[in-house]
C-alpha cells in the first residue's frame, strides 16, 4: 500500500506521530484508488484486455457499433478490434489486418479469379464467432466483390501422410482435442 511507502520516507521522529501516520493513511487510501484507476485505463488502452465495464461500451460508442450482447468478452474485443483496422480504402492489407484481429486461427487474405479468399490455415474446422468475422468482411469489402471460405479438417489421410511416431506425435505435446483443430506440418 502507498501508506507505508509514505510512511517509510518519513523522518523516524515524526514517523510515530499520530496525526501523522493517520494523514499518511488517509492519502494512502486515496492514492490506492487513483492508482487502481490507472491501472484500469492502462488496461482497456488495448483490444485484448479491455473489460466490459469502461473499455467495451466506450470503444462501441467511438465506433457506433453495436454487437450481439451474446458474444463473449473475447469475441467483442475481436470485433471491435477488426472495425477500429477497418478504415480506409479497401486493400488486400486491410483485409488482412481485419482477419487477423480474430484469434481462431491464421487466415489468409487473397484475390483469387476476382474473387476474395479466405483460407483459415491455422485451425482446423470452422472458427467460432465465424459471423462477426463474415461480418466486418462484408463491411470492409467492396459490395461486388464475392468471398469464399475455405476451411481445413484433419483427415486420417492427412494424418497418415505425416507419418509420425508416437514419440514424434507426443513431442508436439497436443491433446486429442487440441490435434483435431490443428493442422500442423511435422
Same mark, same amino acid.
Given at each position: 500500500?502507498?501508506?507505508?511507502?509514505?510512511?517509510?520516507?518519513?523522518?523516524?521522529?515524526? %514517523?510515530? +506521530?499520530?496525526?501523522?501516520?493517520?494523514? &499518511?493513511? #488517509?492519502?494512502?487510501?486515496?492514492?490506492?484508488?487513483? #492508482?487502481?484507476?490507472?491501472?484500469?485505463?492502462? %488496461?482497456?488502452?488495448?483490444?485484448?484486455?479491455?473489460?466490459?465495464?469502461?473499455?467495451?461500451?466506450?470503444?462501441?460508442?467511438?465506433?457506433?457499433?453495436?454487437?450481439?450482447?451474446?458474444?463473449?468478452?473475447? =469475441?467483442?474485443?475481436?470485433?471491435?478490434?477488426?472495425?477500429?483496422?477497418?478504415?480506409?480504402? &479497401?486493400?488486400?492489407?486491410?483485409?488482412?489486418?481485419? &482477419?487477423? #484481429?480474430?484469434?481462431?486461427?491464421?487466415? !489468409?487474405?487473397?484475390?483469387? +479469379?476476382?474473387?476474395?479468399?479466405?483460407?483459415?490455415?491455422?485451425?482446423?474446422?470452422?472458427?467460432? +464467432?465465424?459471423?462477426?468475422?463474415?461480418? =466486418?468482411?462484408?463491411?470492409?469489402?467492396?459490395?461486388?466483390?464475392?468471398?469464399?471460405?475455405?476451411?481445413?479438417?484433419?483427415?486420417?489421410?492427412?494424418?497418415?501422410?505425416? +507419418?509420425?511416431?508416437?514419440?514424434?506425435? =507426443?513431442?508436439?505435446?497436443?491433446?486429442? !482435442? =487440441?490435434?483435431?483443430?490443428?493442422?500442423?506440418?511435422?
Amino acid at each position: 500500500m502507498i501508506n507505508d511507502k509514505l510512511l517509510d520516507n518519513l523522518n523516524k521522529l515524526i %514517523k510515530e +506521530d499520530k496525526y501523522i501516520i493517520g494523514l &499518511c493513511n #488517509s492519502i494512502g487510501i486515496e492514492l490506492d484508488k487513483v #492508482s487502481l484507476l490507472i491501472e484500469k485505463i492502462y %488496461k482497456n488502452l488495448f483490444f485484448t484486455s479491455m473489460d466490459e465495464d469502461f473499455g467495451v461500451p466506450l470503444m462501441l460508442n467511438l465506433l457506433r457499433v453495436t454487437l450481439n450482447e451474446n458474444l463473449t468478452l473475447e =469475441e467483442k474485443q475481436q470485433a471491435i478490434q477488426a472495425k477500429w483496422k477497418a478504415k480506409g480504402n &479497401c486493400t488486400e492489407k486491410l483485409l488482412q489486418t481485419v &482477419c487477423d #484481429s480474430w484469434k481462431n486461427g491464421i487466415i !489468409d487474405v487473397d484475390f483469387i +479469379d476476382d474473387n476474395l479468399t479466405l483460407n483459415f490455415v491455422g485451425v482446423a474446422g470452422i472458427p467460432s +464467432d465465424l459471423e462477426s468475422l463474415k461480418a =466486418e468482411i462484408n463491411k470492409t469489402k467492396p459490395a461486388y466483390l464475392l468471398v469464399n471460405y475455405i476451411f481445413h479438417y484433419l483427415y486420417w489421410d492427412l494424418w497418415d501422410s505425416w +507419418d509420425l511416431t508416437w514419440d514424434e506425435f =507426443e513431442s508436439k505435446d497436443l491433446s486429442w !482435442d =487440441e490435434l483435431e483443430i490443428t493442422i500442423f506440418k511435422p
